[in-house]
T-cell receptor, first 119, second 116 residues
Framework: DAGVIQSPRHEVTEMGQEVTLRCKPI?????LFWYRQTMMRGLELLIY????????DSGMPEDRFSAKMPNASFSTLKIQPSEPRDSAVYFC?????????????????FGPGTRLTVL | AQKVTQAQTEISVVEKEDVTLDCVYE???????LFWYKQPPSGELVFLIR??????QNEISGRYSWNFQKSTSSFNFTITASQVVDSAVYFC?????????????FGAGTRLFVKA
């Protein structure tokens, strides 16, 4: 079975350009997460969806960031306009099942990440 | 508020040594989940284990073992007879629920070097 698929794997762009990162979760998973990893801030949860609906976007750093999940098999994270400080590795993850107190209990499967460099 | 502390930034051991990675967490909830992930040099994050707050049983999986102690809010990870392939960054994470959703935060990670 295919795991979480992310594209592109690497993206180099210039400041001010729009960047779109894509994610295909594991089929059947009902949770999708977007994370950002930087040396300074570590691994941060940006936003997550449940059944295609955004549940918590409090980790999204600014209005320049937006995420959508138009259907169960596809999500995008868009940065417009991009800035050098957005350079990071962006991970998408998916999971399923509901455990104690409503938290997703099952394994979060991570994609390979997209390394974004904004010049 | 949630917090996950991995006080060890880097650890270096020689192959076949045992090594313990520490994780201390803070939460006000009684219901929560704890995780360990491995990030090898290739960059992907690999799930290792999850524990819910009501399950304090220690777990062993091959050379890996985990010690969960609610009394000290710790969820430590031990690798027995370490191997070069264990070299990676290891992250501890905490998930807890709130009305309408949940939050997951990761520790800063511990970079493990295993030398041949």
């Amino acid at each position: 079975d295919a795991g979480v698929i992310q594209s592109p794997r690497h993206e180099v762009t210039e400041m001010g350009q729009e960047v779109t990162l894509r994610c295909k979760p594991i089929s059947g998973h009902d949770y999708l997460f977007w994370y950002r990893q930087t040396m300074m801030r570590g691994l941060e949860l940006l936003i997550y969806f449940n059944n295609n609906v955004p549940i918590d976007d409090s980790g999204m750093p600014e209005d320049r960031f937006s995420a959508k999940m138009p259907n169960a098999s596809f999500s995008t994270l868009k940065i417009q306009p991009s800035e050098p400080r957005d350079s990071a590795v962006y991970f998408c993850a998916s999971s399923s099942a509901r455990g104690l107190a409503g938290a997703p209990a099952d394994t979060q499967y991570f994609g390979p990440g997209t390394r974004l460099t904004v010049l | 508020a949630q917090k996950v502390t991995q006080a060890q930034t880097e650890i270096s051991v020689v192959e076949k040594e045992d090594v313990t990675l520490d994780c201390v967490y803070e939460t006000r909830d009684t219901t929560y989940y704890l995780f360990w992930y491995k990030q090898p040099p290739s960059g992907e994050l690999v799930f290792l284990i999850r524990r819910n707050s009501f399950d304090e049983q220690n777990e062993i999986s091959g050379r890996y073992s985990w010690n969960f102690q609610k009394s000290t809010s710790s969820f430590n990870f031990t690798i027995t007879a370490s191997q070069v392939v264990d070299s990676a960054v290891y992250f501890c994470a905490l998930s807890e629920s709130y009305t309408g959703g949940f939050k997951t935060i990761f520790g800063a990670g511990t970079r493990l070097f295993v030398k041949a």
